[in-house]
């Protein structure tokens, strides 16, 4: 199907530094991608800008929550006296305006009440600020219908990305040494030596993924596991520490309620990290304190990241980062891992 | 706003917010996503400055504009866009260039925090002069692609943007340019100085008639060709006259000159017999009688610029681009010249056109409209998600930056793929300054390797003291006792030096030169080291340590006392070794960065792959080895 589609001199013009960078093919195949972005707060609204900038055939927004005051700290994508209106449609305005080619629609009802099929109207599904039973179940969905799934998250100074590409083929350009035999045959030594350049090749590579419950559900207490947590980054376990608060109380973290929450936070965390057999005070509960709203800065760093690996997975151009990327604003690392299996 | 809702922030962190005020230089790739973070964050009071207009071709990660917004200021434009994100942000936009004296030591004093957002070297090194003036901290960045960098500039704290000695732009032989061309990129250079030749200023580096100079044609086999030069000359009565003045002459007429530079001067160049012995000899054309032979790209592309041309083709669009370019110079009036810019159509037509029939005639493969653009325009491609990492990692610095954490501060990297510490984002210990700096050392000094009895004062200000050395308006004394003035910044004061040699002042090997340069504060004393004969001939050598040139004279020293190729088997080898483990220096300039250095050595190590700055190999070592994994993971 991508290959029927044709770049029009407008497209040429508008794209033209990125078509410089990744290709007219995988330009096509990004113009005939459906995506669907679940979640609209500060990661989201980063993530729609990219891929909207980027240039792909639609994006659905799918938001059933208002906007909030929080919202001022990330989310450009809202007007600020909106506060009170539902994220997914005031939102539309500014993305559409970010590229007028891309049809992008709001949808303002739950995610949870999809039905299965819904999901299957995407080449691409991206969820945040979804709890872990939801990305679980989505995860299975798009995993038996070949979609390409993302999930992702910032709260405060820290945040992730997630991937499950299932099988998935891709072509990277492996660069070697040109021999320059004919041509560089009657240059004088010195003129020689600067004629040797690097050539470019295209390869043909795939890689398969894993289910988002196969990292989450990851047993750290066995010999293998404990081998592998001294270099997994603690990021991962701020996070599942977060996403269970999100189980628990059907909602974030909150300024509105910030004692309370960083108390309820700091209590959760030991019985998490327990249950995936880490020693309760593995992560220091200081990150109970840096871990409200989303930061712009983070969202930013996250949701290009995020932004990239969607781009990579539909132009199926270059190795996608397997299969998370965490980025911690305290320490300021920013690190891929393949957690899971 | 984050600094407005507690809990966000430390207490300290929303305090130093709160009461900052920020200047933001550049308003681009990185300068749209910067504003974007720095609004949300609650940064109250940014001033942000460019000189650009936006274009279409930015609008594909520029995203605070829009296709209506295409020719206006993007400082203006941006500032209005990021008041939608924050309606309560002071936003002051400069529609300018940084480098204009009204942006001065004061100016420079109000902000807590600088901030580049930039797309070229002469800028950095001009905002990093004002900043080590006004002892401001500086935060740089730049990304090429999938790459990018962050890192953090503080007077005495760390190195300055110019501590290490900057990567020379790519250049070509001239005589690989002019006689043997073997490069697609050859012929493009090629063609670029033939569009300036024949329209704009005329520059003696940018000659493209044949070199009788080549060190090839040295001895007998040179002569005939020497001959033959005078019988040319007679013949053809061009070279006498400037190129620009012949072609006028002509009306820019397409045949005459296509068989000039594409028949008569290749015929010269065959006379050269030394130059083809080993090399296949190029064939010249005739505009009456053109290959039909050579196929274009005939199956369908999607866009045209992706399509090669074939001879004719390249000639018909030879001569439709002379006559649209005749056309803007004569509009131009008496004294008017072109300026060769990529997003100029004829512009680009003729250069595209030009550099694929020299390709032809010497056997090298043609490229399209699209490639020779990126080659020609030294294109960065650029994407909306490396920006905004990169200017997410800007503000997450600046924070520590304001709280004056200094020992803190990272310079960081953007890799395309995790290194084997699976760090996608590689955070590098910043350096100490050089000691050696002539930008941020106490009393900086340079030394310049030059010919005084061939340099004149205009070679002096205009190439060495602000095209290499950066200044913006140099006054230059000699450092005789007396005080002599060389130079001074007040237009016309000096003008009657401008033609003189050097030698004419007294200036000889081991003079002192004191430069001033009012606006950046800054005062540097080169140091003249004549020499009659340069290296690869060239015209100057800007040496930043002076241990350097003791070195460099050693070494000299050695190699006249050898026979020419005398070196031993091991001497070729370690000299081969040394080669290779070079980083091999690309330079792109342009768009979004200054700079790339990809380090070959690196492919060995840890990083596979890396873009570095020009200071940041060193860095990166040291934080290889500094680092242990546990402390980067847990």
Known sequence: MAEQITITEDEAALYDRQIRLWGLDAQRRLRASRVLLIGLRGLGAEVAKNIVLA??????????????EEDACSQFLVPRQDVGKNRAESSLHRVQQLNPMVDVQADISNVGDKPDDYFLNFDVVCATCCTLTLLHRIDEICAAHKIKFFAGDVFGFYGYMFADLGFHEYAEDVQKTKAKENIGEGEPATKKAKIEELETHVVKKSATFTRLSNAFEFDWGTTEGAKKLKRTPNTFFIIQVLLQFMEKFSRRPEVKTLLEDRQALEEL????LEKIGLKSDYISPEFARSCFAELSPVCAIVGGVLGQEIIKAVSQKDRPHRNFFFFNGIDGSGLVDQIGD | MAASIFGVFDEVTQNKIISSKVLVVGAGGIGCELLKNLVLSGFPDIEIIDLDTIDVSNLNRQFLFRKEHVGKSKAQVAKESALHFNPDAKITAYHDSIMSSDYDLEFFKKFDLVMNALDNRVARNHVNRMCLAADKPLIESGTAGYLGQVSVIKKTVTECYECQPQAAQKTFPGCTIRNTPS??????????????????EDDPDQDVSPDTA???????AGKAALESEAKADAAGGIKRKST???????????EKLFNKFFRDDIKYLLSMEALWKKRKPPVPLDWNNLPQDVPATTHQVAICDQRLWSVQECADVFAKSLSSLKEELIKQGEGGMLVWDKDDDPAMDFVTSAANIRAHIFGIPSKTRFDVKSMAGNIIPAIATTNAIIAGLIVMEGLKVLREEFDKCKAVFLNRQPNSRKKLLVPCQLEKPNPKCYVCAPKPEVTVILNTHKITVKVLEEKIIKGGLGMVAPDVEIDDGKGTILISSEEGETEENTEKFLEQFGINNGVRLKCDDFLQNYNLTIIIYHRDK???????QIIGDVSEIQAKYLEDKENEDKQPNGLTEKQATEAATAVEDEDEVMLVEEEEIQ??????KRKHDEEPEVVNGDTVKKQRLISDVAEHYDDIIS
Do not use: R
């Not at chain 1, 965390?269 to 998490?272: L, N, Q």
């Not at chain 2, 340069?534 to 100057?540: A, G, M, P, S, T």
């Open chain 2, 244 to 254: 620009q003045a012949w072609a006028m002459e002509t009306g820019y007429n397409a």
């Open chain 2, 595 to 600: 700079q790339i250095t990809v380090s070959k």
């Open chain 2, 534 to 540: 340069l290296e690869e001939d060239k015209e100057f």
């Open chain 2, 214 to 220: 080549d060190p090839e044609l040295a001895g007998e």
């Open chain 1, 55 to 68: 240039g792909i055939k639609s994006l659905t927004l799918l938001d059933h929550t208002v906007v909030t």
């Open chain 2, 183 to 200: 490069e697609p990129i050859h012929c493009i250079v090629w063609a670029k100085h033939l569009f300036n030749q024949l329209f704009g």
């Open chain 1, 269 to 272: 965390t030991p019985g998490v």
